[in-house]
């Protein structure tokens, strides 16, 4: 299969703090990765990477096989990469369904008709086409997750970064928010998704990559990698003996 998306010895440090430590990674098209990793591994700067907020120190980024290394957040945004952000920020002032024309005509020639279109299928797939008319200030936290999930998607992408979707919300509400990124996957989006809520993740990702000082301590099968020695000594701090 094609990588969709592969990292060649990227590195990025900010003063002291190394973030990205030589790191490779590859992902093929509608392959889901989850990225776990303790507070300050170097997850979020990975997606800025990714994305294209912060430029890497050393090392490329493609896309589809493409180096995308120079190209700035819009313009790989325009290529096929939506990212959803930790904490929602979205046009408090407009509606839902005008929060998703925003990404959905930037930059792009397609038509009005086209465009619209493309909104109405993202609000039904995320469960938001009810609130389509409600001002984006009077949504719940969990409609406020599908709207950020809706925004990355408006973009027609390829490749769907979620950072920590499920965070600040109830067991019963991660399990709708499941159900919803099930969907997203069955269209055939590859998906990366940082996330601390570990159960969310699991019913979701086909491979699991556990991050910590900007390098990859384990990756592979999920549950496996779950009942590591290395998983069980950064999150619960006790030296396993294998
Ligand atoms: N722009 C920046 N300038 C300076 N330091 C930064 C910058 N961005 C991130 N860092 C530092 O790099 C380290 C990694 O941050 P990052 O947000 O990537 O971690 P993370 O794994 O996403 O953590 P968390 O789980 O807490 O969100 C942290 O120590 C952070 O303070």
């Known amino acids: 299969m094609t990588a969709i998306l592969t990292l060649k010895a990227v590195s990025k440090r900010f003063g002291a703090v ?22 300050g591994a170097g997850k979020t700067s990975l997606f800025n990477m990714i994305a294209g907020a912060i430029r890497p120190d050393a090392g490329r980024v493609l896309f589809e096989e493409r180096d995308i290394s120079a190209l700035s957040p819009s313009q790989r945004c325009r290529v096929g990469i939506g990212r959803s952000f930790q904490i929602p920020q979205p046009f408090s002032g407009l509606t839902v369904f005008e929060n998703l024309c925003v990404p959905a005509f930037f930059g792009n020639t397609r038509s009005n008709i086209e465009v619209e279109k493309r909104c109405v299928e993202v609000l039904d797939l995320t469960g938001l086409l009810p609130k389509a008319n409600a001002l984006a200030s009077s949504l719940t936290l969990l409609e406020r997750k599908r709207l950020e999930l809706a925004r990355a998607l408006a ?11 499920a965070g600040g919300l109830t067991p019963h509400e991660c399990e709708e928010l499941v159900v919803v990124i099930r969907q997203v996957r069955a269209t055939g989006v590859a998906i990366v998704w940082i996330e601390h809520v570990v159960h969310a993740l699991l019913a979701i990702i086909d491979r699991l990559l556990v991050l910590n000082q900007g390098r990859k301590l384990v990756e592979g099968d999920p549950r496996q990698v779950m009942a590591s020695r290395e998983v069980r000594e950064i999150y619960l701090g006790v030296e396993a003996d294998g």
């Open 18 to 39: 190394v973030v990205a430590d030589n790191f490779d990674l590859s992902l093929e098209a509608g392959e889901a990765l989850g990225v776990i990793g303790p507070n």
């Open 155 to 165: 973009g027609y992408p390829k490749l769907l970064l979620l950072d920590e979707i």
